[in-house]
Every structure is written in structure tokens, then in C-alpha cells.
């Protein structure tokens, strides 16, 4: 599975706002480059990020081309309770990754 | 570099080399080659022990009788001791491993070594920055010398410091070593390039390093 | 590697070739033409609106590669009055989408932050489409530069 790393705290209030930062490890081929002999390289990106908390969906997003390589993901969510987040990356030629990552709330 | 290439830097949770550096705790871990061992069975927690070490690179190997880069030495350790398949230069592995040991000595100051053994090397690498070369006819040091500071093609020249190798470059959108971003320099300048791991290219690396001499370690670095 | 003898003989038959080496004549119409239609596809024929929507990323750009940008939405996020999503197009890349965010009140704060590619020199447009159905924008242009030195080489 590609490397990710998901920054969030262990720890917050309830009602707290919690910014998570992702990183996931992925070239991010546009489609639009060619080779020197002209050829054109096949896309090959993350597609779709989703996060869930405790198995609700609290953010999803669509990638596109544009988005840079190694793909940063900044977002919030309101610290809820507690339990599991659940971070999920899919993409072209079956790509996947996934990470989880417990959250104390007090 | 410009401010947000900085922030990137400094950043642990947004700087994509991080991805590098946890691949490189991996590899640091796991047992390798034929004798079956991993970094961390000789030289242990690689924050305690690789401190310094990235800092004094490239420098002079005694069982090599000449001046190595740490890429090498790490090569070194994975053909002598762990009795594994060499490391292909800029290969993933090499470079999340490199970074790794590097970023033990983030933060410390660049100190290479002068004396009689290092000395033929550091002098041919001085000569090779201050050598015209190329279709351009352009040695380092007429723009890295005496034009630092000023424009080229939109973006400043920078003083040529290689304080923070391997690093992501923004161009590349991937981690990278010193002698990939010389090897860009050559071809800038319209010259043929090195292969890697040449002896030209570790003569300019110890130059280069021992020029930057004090300056701290930013491992893994961030540039355009 | 290629050797440089193939190459040139690639190049030369791509130039008596024309068409798909070649960027067309009227680039810029057929970029701009091809923004409004992605941003007409998440609109639809609702209007957009300037304000409440903050969209940060650096005016000189070292390199288009990866670009840090935000996005905030001045919202409550509460169930009634939320921000529903974030679109971020580029005008001058070879297709405007960046990427497209799906918020809601959970998120507390309608803020993201992510690095894009940009191709040239342009327009950045953030959309927010609120949850009254109304979408509101930011947009900022951007100057992009290249590092002298490169791998390639063939400029």
C-alpha cells in the first residue's frame, strides 16, 4: 500500500473544531505529459479522498490532474465523540489506501 | 526559495518528504541480505547513533582509499555487511534511506574534513566548480559565485549551499539527490552529465559541502 | 534513454505533422470556453456571487508544480446555513478542474488547504456552493515562473 500520513490530534473537547492534515504518497501522472519519443503517458491519479468518523462521512473530495503530487489534504471536522477515523484514498488502475486513527473525546 | 516553499519545509505534516522519511525508518528496521540484518542491528536507533554522520559526508573511506558520499556508504553497509544487492543510485529505497540518516543531523552545522587525504579531492572538486563547461561555456562559480542573488529566468540564483539534500524539488515532485541536481546543472549549461556516482561528481559534492562548512543541515529539504 | 538522433527525427516528423504537438492558435478562448463549462456544470444556471469566499495561494509562483492554496468560507456551518461544497478551477491548465470538496456541518469550519498544479500564468477561481442553493466565489491571478536549471533540458 502507498505510504500516507495523517496528522490529527489524539484528543479533544467536545465540540472542539479539529484540523486534519493528509499526506499520501502518489506521483499524480496527468495524462498529459508525453515522452520523448511523443507518446502520451497515461493518467494515473487519486481520484476521490473520503473521510469517515465513526462510519458517517464528514468529507469527501474529487481530485482532478491539477492537483500537485504527493497529495496534501487539509480539512476540519467537529471533535463529535469518541472512536475511529477512517481516511480512504482510490484512484486509477485500482489504486487504494487506507489509514485509521483513534480520536479521544472529552 | 520563496516563504510557502519554506513553510512546506519546516513543516513536518505537510512536507511530502516525510514520505521518504518513514519509508527510510522502514528500511532502517528491516533485515536485509544474506547475513540477515538491518541497519538498526549494528548501529541501533539511527536518532542516536546517525547523529553528525550526514554532516560530515561526503568524506574520506579508508577501505575505498578515496572520498565517499553517504549514498556510497550506505552501498558500502548493504554489499559488505548486510551481504544485500546493491542499492540502484537514485533508487526509492536509497533516497528514503539517505534522507533518513540525514535528517538525524538536521539542524547541526556542515563539518567535512581537511587534511592530507581529503585535500586532492576537495582541490579537484574546487577546480571543477570553477571550470567553464558546456555549450553555454559556463563554470558554477560565474553564476553561483559572482551572480548569486540575481535573477534567472524569473527565479533567484541561489548561492548553490547543498544544505538540505536529499530533498523534494518542486520540479521534480519527488525526493532527489545532490548529484541528480548537478546533473540538472550540467544539462542547464548544455553539457554532457556524469553517470551517477562518479568520482567527478563526489569531488564536486565534498566541494560543495565543505564550501556550505557551518551552514546547518535542513534534511530533507524543500526547493523549487 | 533515448539517443539524440531518434529524437530529433521524432521532432521533426511531430513538426511536419502538426496538430497534436502543436497547441492550437486560439488557446486561451478554447481555455477560457472550457473553464466556464466546468464551472457551468457545477452551477448550472445560477448566478455566481463575489464575496464570502477567501481563496489564498501566492501571487508570484516559484514553481506551477505544487502550489499551496486555501479556500475559506465565511459560514456558520450549522445544519441550516452550511457550505454543501468547494470547487477550485485553474484557468490556464489543460483542464480547469482542481479539485471539489464535499462539506457540511460536521466540518465545523469551511476552510481546506491542499497544493495544486498550475500550469501558466492566470486565474485561480474557488466556487462555495452554500446549502440555500446560492454559490458564492473568490478568484486570484497568479503569475508562474520557472527554475533555470532543469532535467529535461529541451527548452
Known amino acids: 500500500m502507498a505510504r500516507v500520513v495523517v496528522n490529527l490530534p489524539q484528543q479533544a473537547r467536545r465540540g472542539e473544531i479539529m484540523e486534519i492534515r493528509t499526506l499520501a504518497g502518489h506521483d499524480m501522472e496527468t495524462g498529459f505529459r ?3 519519443l511523443g507518446q502520451l503517458i497515461a493518467r494515473d491519479i487519486i481520484t476521490r479522498f473520503a473521510c469517515t468518523y465513526n462510519g458517517v462521512e464528514v468529507f469527501r473530495a474529487e481530485l482532478h490532474p491539477a492537483m500537485a503530487a504527493n ?10 465523540e469518541s472512536g475511529t477515523l477512517e481516511f480512504r484514498w482510490t484512484g486509477d488502475n485500482g489504486f487504494s489506501a487506507t489509514h485509521s486513527a483513534q480520536i479521544s473525546v472529552v | 526559495m520563496g516563504r510557502e516553499t519554506r513553510a512546506m519545509q519546516d513543516d513536518d505534516t505537510t512536507n511530502p518528504a516525510v514520505l521518504w522519511l518513514l519509508d527510510g525508518e522502514s528500511l532502517w528496521n528491516r533485515k536485509a541480505g544474506e547475513a540477515a540484518k ?5 548501529h541501533g536507533g539511527a536518532g542516536k547513533s546517525m547523529k553528525g554522520v550526514a554532516a560530515r559526508y561526503p568524506g574520506f573511506d579508508v577501505s575505498q582509499k578515496k572520498v565517499i558520499n553517504l ?33 538525524q543531523s ?40 559572482g551572480n548569486w542573488g540575481k535573477s534567472l529566468a524569473g527565479n533567484p540564483i541561489p548561492q548553490a549551499h547543498p544544505t538540505g539534500y536529499p530533498l523534494y524539488r518542486l520540479e521534480w515532485q519527488g525526493l532527489g539527490s545532490l548529484q541528480r541536481r548537478l546533473r540538472n546543472c550540467f544539462i542547464g549549461v548544455r553539457a554532457e552529465p556524469y553517470s551517477y556516482g562518479s568520482p567527478e561528481y563526489v569531488e564536486l559534492e565534498l ?18 | ?7 530529433l527525427v521524432l521532432a521533426c516528423g511531430a513538426l511536419a505533422t502538426g496538430a497534436e504537438a502543436q497547441l492550437p492558435p486560439n488557446i486561451a478562448a478554447l481555455r477560457q470556453a472550457a473553464l466556464q463549462e466546468a464551472v457551468r456544470k457545477v452551477v448550472g444556471d445560477v448566478p455566481v456571487q463575489r464575496g464570502k469566499v477567501k481563496l489564498e495561494l501566492p501571487p508570484l509562483i516559484e514553481n506551477g508544480n505544487s502550489v499551496p492554496l486555501s479556500v475559506a468560507v465565511d459560514s456558520p456551518m450549522t445544519a441550516a446555513d452550511h457550505v454543501k461544497a468547494i470547487h477550485v478551477f485553474a484557468e490556464k491548465n489543460p483542464q480547469p478542474n482542481v479539485i471539489s470538496a464535499q462539506l457540511g456541518p460536521r466540518a465545523g469550519r469551511a476552510r481546506i488547504a491542499t497544493r495544486a498544479r498550475i500550469a501558466d500564468t492566470g486565474t485561480v477561481v474557488a466556487i462555495a456552493q452554500m446549502s440555500d442553493g446560492s454559490f458564492w466565489s473568490d478568484s486570484v491571478s497568479v503569475v508562474v515562473t520557472l527554475s533555470a536549471c532543469l532535467e529535461d533540458g529541451l527548452i
Open chain 2, 106 to 145: 538536521r539542524g547541526l552545522p556542515i563539518d567535512i574534513q581537511v587534511n592530507e587525504k581529503t585535500k586532492p579531492f576537495l582541490e579537484a572538486g574546487r577546480a571543477a566548480f570553477n571550470r567553464r563547461q558546456g555549450q553555454l561555456n559556463l563554470a558554477c562559480a560565474q553564476c553561483h559565485d
Open chain 2, 71 to 103: 549514498e556510497q556508504r550506505i552501498g558500502l553497509c548493504r554489499t559488505e555487511q548486510q551481504k544485500a544487492p546493491a542499492l540502484a543510485y537514485e533508487s526509492r529505497d536509497l533516497l528514503a534511506l539517505s534522507a533518513y540518516v540525514g535528517r
Open chain 2, 38 to 42: 538491518s541497519c538498526a542491528d549494528c
Open chain 3, 1 to 7: 534513454m533515448t539517443s539524440r538522433r531518434q529524437f
Open chain 1, 71 to 80: 497529495p496534501l489534504i487539509t480539512f476540519t471536522t467537529v471533535a463529535t
Open chain 1, 34 to 36: 508525453r515522452t520523448q
Open chain 2, 207 to 224: 566541494y560543495l559541502m565543505w564550501r556550505a562548512r557551518g551552514m546547518k543541515l535542513e534534511t530533507p529539504a524543500v526547493r523549487p
